[in-house]
């Protein structure tokens, strides 16, 4: 029997784990995945809403990947700190890198460092439990939030401004954000869009949510011209239909007001010592001419975008965000053979839903197998995979495991599946904890 082959997956999100279950169910390849959190399964950890938690149940999808034989998992370990991208290259037949888009796209417009002016990624890296994130406070002093905006993204942070913190005891959110968010006076929160009701990005599922919030009513603004471009020809299911059916609506007694606005572009952020304000221009304009727009901010999330960001050793497209690459094998543009390949958001950009990496995820597994099937690989048997002796303080998946048990037991206190762990240093120690005892 010919040796086995190995391949190296950096990035435990969908679409990493995707293309490690189809390597190895698939083509029988034995697959070690590179995670630089103690936690895998990427944005459907870190980045779905806490309140969808029906798309959460997914992670036990992603879970039985990480069991399948021939699949390791190696956390917290992460690619230039612990090992470099040229030593995968040397241990193991291919590497393939599913890193996402960490990066965001900025406002690009004066007062945009303000205080109080943050990336909507940012909001949702705290509210979701990232250890990174840093701990967001103020909430009470916060009356009137804008996010700007017009995806999915900026329809998850409005929702979670919009509901109390009694709706988010059933879902994972850290006791610390609960708390927090406890403690918001928000009152009104703006989403506003550049294009009109016809052209948004959101999902049609995720905007209906929005009028059945328990906490908030809805209210749509719009110039004529919106208004006129929102009623659908037909009487078919559509964002522009449903914003039309809010306008007019009677609003009610509900503690907090859900705006959406049309047809503007960010203009300038204003305050002295934090933001105070945000002024829009009717898109078309020049910025700052014609009719603005004030509204009153003490809070302002960009939600404008990710981006993805440079890997160490791999060509960049700065303008898309993405290695540049021809079904997943990376495109040096010099003709070199490469042993490199990208799956998801830093393949195609920050595009689709987490379904669609599955499919993604095919393709590029597609190419990576046929590429060594012809040749363009290590001689087989002379890869030599990673062992966690070599790469420092490992998270495997009896680590993860314990991390696993632990948000499960805190859940149980709160009527959640789970409740995170959001401290570096605590899900290190629950994972040293848990291997030692192993």
Known sequence: MLPQRHVAVVGAGPSGLYTAQTLARTYGMAVDVFERLPAPYGLLRYGVAPDHLRMKKLTAVLEKVLQLPGVRFFGNVEIGRDITGEELGARYDAVVYAVGASGHRALDVPGETLPGVHPAT??????SGHPDADLFTGLDAVRSAVVVGAGNVALDVARVL?????????????????EELAHSTVRDIHVVARRGPDEVKFTLKELTEMGDLANADVRVHADNRTAAAARPASGEATCAAVLDGWRGREMSSKPRTVHFHFGLSLARIEGTSRVERAVFAPTGSSLGGGRETVLPAQLLLGAVGSHGRPVPGLPFDERRGVVPNVDGRVDRCDGAT?????VGWIKRGPTGVIGTNRADALVTAATLAADLENGAALPRGRARPMTAGE???????????GIDAAE???????????????????MLAVARGVSAGA
């Open 338 to 342: 490469s042993r490199e390949y990208v």
């Open 391 to 401: 790469l420092g303080t490992v998270v495997d998946w009896t680590g993860w495991s």
């Open 408 to 426: 499960v037991a805190r859940g149980a206190l709160r009527s959640a599946a789970r409740v995170k762990v959001d401290a570096w240093t605590e």
């Open 122 to 127: 940012d909001f949702v890296s705290w509210y």
């Open 162 to 178: 919009a509901r109390s913190a009694q709706e988010l005891t059933v879902s994972d959110v850290p006791d610390r954000v609960l």
